[in-house]
């Protein structure tokens, strides 16, 4: 990409925290060496799935990749941003190949652009009736026939409002499909097709980790 603007799309990590998961904990500053100029050091405590993350298949699959298992290229690539405005029920294959059909996904990154996360840290409320969410059959369309690496979206999850055993993420774990959750400000995103990079932390045997997640538009 030969010139491009970065877009920063990741929110503040003590934005939103999901009501059963570790609030995130910034304490400090601390100082920890000796001498008569001292440091300023912060301790934090958080969640795997705090702010902006992203996690891969050991998210619902007891055996499923663990993040570090993942090459860095699985991180960043070509990416196609796609609005869906349905809220409180699913959007099934058929609406989703009506927009995406013809759309060459194969081993890239598909960005669902709901708007829905920047109604959740403004309210502070996460309401099944306003949740975006994806039919099964959607998933496996979006896997099987359009061949997609990656699954991104400015909500909460990716999950179908009809299930209670949360299938399209245990599907898409089975399928070593990374799930990144939590975008913000798409809305400045004015093109369709855009680079994509979200890398995870450097940790070992989690699931997944928070990122900063960026896009770069072509200019």
């Known amino acids: 990409m030969a010139s491009y603007r970065i877009i920063d799309v990741s929110m503040w990590i003590d934005a939103f925290t999901f009501a059963s998961d570790q609030e995130v904990r910034v304490t400090g500053p601390f100082n920890r060496v000796g001498g008569n100029n001292p440091e300023f050091v912060y301790d934090i405590t958080l969640c795997t799935q705090s702010g902006t993350?992203?996690?891969?298949?050991?998210?619902?699959?007891?055996?499923?990749?663990?993040?570090?298992?993942?090459?860095l290229s699985a991180f960043e690539g070509e990416a196609f941003l796609v609005d869906i405005t349905k809220r409180?029920?699913?959007?099934?294959?058929?609406?989703?190949?009506?927009?995406?059909?013809?759309?060459?996904?194969?081993?890239?990154?598909?960005?669902?652009r709901?708007?829905?996360?920047?109604?959740?840290?403004?309210?502070?409320?996460?309401?099944?009736?306003?949740?975006?969410?994806?039919?099964?059959?959607?998933?496996?369309?979006?896997?099987?026939?359009?061949g997609i690496k990656m699954l991104a979206i400015d909500s909460i999850g990716v999950e179908s409002r009809a299930t209670q055993n949360y299938d399209v993420n245990h599907y898409l774990c089975g399928e070593d499909i990374l799930i990144l959750e939590g975008l913000v400000n798409l809305a400045t995103v004015s093109k369709r097709e855009v680079f994509l990079e979200a890398f995870p932390l450097k940790i070992r045997g989690v699931e997944g980790t928070p990122c900063r997640a960026i896009v770069k538009e072509p200019t």
Not at 56 to 71: L, N, S, T, V
């Open 53 to 71: 993350h992203i996690q891969g298949g050991h998210y619902f699959r007891a055996g499923g990749k663990r993040i570090e298992e993942y090459p």
């Open 114 to 146: 709901t708007g829905h996360m920047e109604e959740v840290i403004r309210t502070g409320k996460l309401e099944s009736v306003s949740r975006p969410g994806l039919s099964l059959e959607a998933a496996i369309y979006l896997v099987e026939t359009k």
């Open 88 to 112: 409180g029920a699913d959007t099934t294959q058929v609406e989703l190949a009506q927009i995406i059909d013809g759309t060459d996904l194969r081993g890239k990154i598909l960005v669902l």
